[in-house]
RNA sequence: GCUGGGGUGGCGAAAUGGCAGACGCACCGGCUUUAGGAGCCGGCGCCGCAAGGCAUGUGGGUUCAAGUCCCACCCCCAGCACCA
């Protein structure tokens, strides 16, 4: 057998993949469908990461080993392509981001090839390509007419750098995400679409779903979902009766309702400037806290600041009061109704305000006894007085509640709310999504705007509206696209009266073109409609889809949503895209810092692929430890898994080519040890792969080669295995290392291989094999191991306590003590206790 | 602060309550080689000449038996965070 040489073998296989179209999907198969996703790369200029390798190979070989399992595989790959890196670079050199793109994307095929994936190459998409984006454009149509897609004048987080505004999801601790500079808030008309219509279901359908718990739980945080009740406050001495309403989940603690806040930018602010006396502090006070940027209201902490609006008075409904008013930054204009009751006995934030204001404090739940903090508050009442000395948050029995006295707290609740005219509420964290760009490189968004009819929506015939080529990328200060300059563009008839018109300007998010390209795989080139319905129907739902962390908000909810939405349209089958989905940890740099060109610690998977081959990089990426684990990448342990796969190709070569010499076979002439554990190996590695356990499937695979290449096998090694054994030791390396297997198995005899290795059986285990017939006995004394003998397995009780009380080890141990008592456990262990 | 995930050799890590450290890297010794490398054989948690003892973040507990289960605490990572 030749020497291993993974450059030649790789090519080979690679081509023939290629050009037979091995691993297209059929959408007629008999067989049942299995798809598989990835999410689709965005070709920066940097190439491809050891990042995608780790996702794509994991994914690779689920999708191995179902062909293997004898389903129809989809397995697709496309190009994320619209964004600023590529915009950015377009800016500099000048070069059109339509050629950066393909450039890039070449780059990335050449890379994802080299490493044998077997995508489905005939499937391949790219959200920039106008056969694309018609149909993004199609759906945003679609939001626009179900009303879901509206322009509102919002103040909206503008990253003076990148020159661009950005969604709440964008913002990072008010750092643009991209860039990290602090975002400032800008009045623009922007587009929204109405992702908060869907909080309920998105939040209610991860029930129905298979995701990583993390996972679901990072969607919940975001949705942030709260019960509560809305009530209304009137205003003393206001003209027309004006009212100051807030959201609550507390009704129950109305009572201690002691003063009121309401943002800054609450609009009721102006309606009650008159009654306003100190109107010059309180101007001064709004306009210091709006122009600070989220950033600077996180740098002054928890401190609160406020400034009562003297004159202003509220009538506590319960208690029919008067209580003052404040406005103060820590209560938010975007979230509830931008005004709060404050409850500082059980409310730290309230009550942190009311200490430094001094407001009354008031009691009105006292904690259940056996609750855990009533014994501190007692101790701490006793030693400084009496008066709360900390807020008590929890629930508990009301108290100085008037007609609620002695109730519980959840009982109260919608007591109190019914008793003052309340309603209950729910109320979410999540907002609606902020779905304009000014930027060249995105889809735009097709609207035009006519001085007659208003917004008229572009005739979906005349789908797409296609980006035109221009001069200068740059966006304006001014916050308008570059597109807005073109005026040959720009300028069109209205669709409707076919007046004079003009063309929205603002492009989409990058977000757009990844939250469906899941379904233009299954009908990328129809150009019809975004997909054909039987299509959709046979190959919907995604039943497993891999992808990183960070995407497991953003993209993972906007892709949800928009399914959902096509869902109601009634043009795609199910309302959860993802039956399944997992996340694989990063690949770090040496010494465990992020991979970056800054820190010079970047690993590029061609170095990897040419010096020791894509089947080496493959197992080692997936042996390097946990999968959904962060680990440091180490150019040292890769090694491990090159010469794995060199003794691997060795032994197997030879076994291969023993066979083609030799006049006879000894069928079934390997040890029952190294049979047995070929069989556990089958199964453990079938397990492991479905757990995504791929350090363990792959260390597995390597005490099997030490079994079966040991010295004492080694004279033997040529009939060590059946041909059967041989065949599903191949089959079980081929998810992992593809061409290896591959190239293996083209040189099998003849009779015991046919056609691609992929679409031959997975192998099965023999359980009566894969059993042990020896095992290890462990003796212990008090619990402490003292000797270990080998028995045949099944050995009875008695039998093995007889064996351990012979047994001179433990006779020492016990040192003329009597047993008072023998623990046995059926081929582990014999534990004697005196 | 909240939510989720972690803490095991020099390193990446294994381990249905039943021999802690499988597998791999690095390292040490041997064989082979003109040399380097590769390959092969063996060793490799800590203390100890040994017998043996001690070891899975810390402290308790349950159990014949705990890395694993329970209680309290410390630290690290990720996400969210003045969300009423």
Redesign the pocket.
Known sequence: MERYDPGEIERKWQERWREEKVFAARDDSPKPKYYALVEFPYPSGDGLHTGHVRSYTAMDIIARKRRMEGYNVLYPIGWDAFGLPTENYAIKTGTHPKVVTKRNTDTFRRQLQSLGFSFDWDREVNTTDPGYYRWTQWIFLQFYKKGLAYKEKMPINWCPSCKIGLA??EV??GKCERCGTPVERREKEQWMLAITKYADRLLADLDTVDYL??IK??Q???I?R?E?AEIDFAIADAEGGAKLT?????PDTLFGATYM?I?PEHPLMHALSGLIENRAEVAAYVKKVSANT?EE??A??????GVELKGVMAINPATKEKIPVFTA?????????????A?PAH????F?FAKKFGMPIRQVIAPRSADPQTALRQEEGSARGSGVEIPYTGDGILMDSGPFDGMDSEEAKKGIVNAVGGRMKT?F?LRDWVFSRQHYWGEPIPIVFCEKDGMVPVPEEDLPVRLPDIEKYQPTDTGESPLAAIGDWVNVACPKCGGPARRETDTMPNWAGSSWYFLRYIDPRNDAMFAAPEKLKHWMQVDWYNGG??HT?LHLLYSRFWNKFLYDLGVVPVSEPYMKRTSQGMVLGKG?DKMSKSKGNVVNPDSVVAEFGADTLRVYEM????F?????W?D??I??????L??FW?YAGDMIGARAQAQEHREGAAEGRKRSLLHRTIKKVGDDIEAM?F??A???L??L??EL???EG?SDAVVALTDADLVALVKILNPFAPHMAQELWSRMPEGLHAGYLDFAAWPTYDPALAAEDEV?L?F?V?????D?VRVARGMEEAAAKDLALANG?VR??LAGREPT?V?W?KD??V?V?A
């Open positions: 709440n999801e990072v601790s718990e993390k739980t990072q919940m945080n975001w942030g709260s509560g807030v959201f609550t989940t507390r806040v943002a989220e209201r996180l002054e902490g928890k401190e609160k600041t930054d820590y209560v938010l204009a975007s979230y509830g109704t931008g005004a709060i009751m409850v409310d730290e934030r309230d942190a109320q964290h962390m960070e908000t465990g042996f390097m430890g946990p959904d684990q962060a680990i440091p180490d040292k342990a090694q491990g898994a090159a010469r794995f060199e003794r060795r356990k350090n363990t792959i260390s597995s390597m005490i080669l030490n290449t040991d010295a080694r290890t462990v212990q008090d619990g402490r191991v003292r270990t080890k020492a141990a008592r623990i456990v582990k262990l534990n206790v």
